[in-house]
T-cell receptor, first 114, second 113 residues
Framework: KAGVTQTPRYLIKTRGQQVTLSCSPI?????VSWYQQTPGQGLQFLFEYFSETQRNKGNFPGRFSGRQFSNSRSEMNVSTLELGDSALYLC?????????????FGPGTRLTVL | AQSVTQLDSQVPVFEEAPVELRCNYSSSVSVYLFWYVQYPNQGLQLLLKYLSGSTLVKGINGFEAEFNKSQTSFHLRKPSVHISDTAEYFCAVSHSSASKIIFGSGTRLSIRP
């Protein structure tokens, strides 16, 4: 079974631009979560989607948004990029959005904001 | 609210030596506990998880962890490490009724030959 895929793997943007990252979960998985990883703040939860509905949201500004499609693929969008948004963005999928469910992570998208 | 503390940011050990990576959590409710590993330029991979039952949990690659409720700890151990174990290790916690995971700050394990 193919793992979680994320595209693109690397992105370079400038301040003020917006960016869209994509995540394709493992086949049959219906839950997708997004995390931001930075050297200073570590791994922080962004949001979780299940059956096209956002179930949980972390403490990020409204510039960060996401959605999930009927095939469980998910996208996250960051508008008006700031230098501090430079990070590795990780997507994880699980069968359902249940506590204790194993989350399988993709390789991440490394975003650099100049 | 839950939180996770990984007491060591870096742990250097010699190859074939035992290792313990420490993790403490705080929560006022029942939790699930996880250890993930991240190899350079890769995503995270689940090593093991504790949901309930036996407090000694065995995972992949020869790792195990022990859940200690009274000390609110979930330390990760391996009796003999290999160069290929060089990676960053993250302890994580989730509420037993929610899937959101809170990660610790990570411990970088470096293996010396």
């Amino acid at each position: 079974k193919a793992g979680v895929t994320q595209t693109p793997r690397y992105l370079i943007k400038t301040r003020g631009q917006q960016v869209t990252l994509s995540c394709s979960p493992i086949s049959g998985h219906r839950s997708v979560s997004w995390y931001q990883q930075t050297p200073g703040q570590g791994l922080q939860f962004l949001f979780e989607y299940f059956s096209e509905t956002q179930r949980n949201k972390g403490n990020f500004p409204g510039r960060f948004s996401g959605r999930q499609f009927s095939n469980s693929r998910s996208e996250m969008n960051v508008s008006t990029l700031e230098l501090g948004d430079s990070a590795l963005y990780l997507c994880a999928s699980s069968l359902v959005a249940g506590a204790g469910d194993t989350q399988y992570f993709g390789p991440g998208t490394r975003l650099t904001v100049l | 609210a839950q939180s996770v503390t990984q007491l060591d940011s870096q742990v250097p050990v010699f190859e074939e030596a035992p290792v313990e990576l420490r993790c403490n959590y705080s929560s006022s409710v029942s939790v699930y506990l996880f250890w993930y590993v991240q190899y350079p330029n890769q995503g995270l991979q689940l090593l093991l998880k504790y949901l309930s039952g036996s407090t000694l949990v065995k995972g992949i690659n020869g790792f195990e962890a022990e859940f200690n409720k009274s000390q609110t700890s979930f330390h990760l151990r391996k009796p003999s490490v290999h160069i290929s174990d060089t990676a960053e290790y993250f302890c994580a916690v989730s509420h037993s009724s929610a899937s959101k995971i809170i990660f610790g700050s990570g411990t970088r394990l470096s293996i010396r030959p």
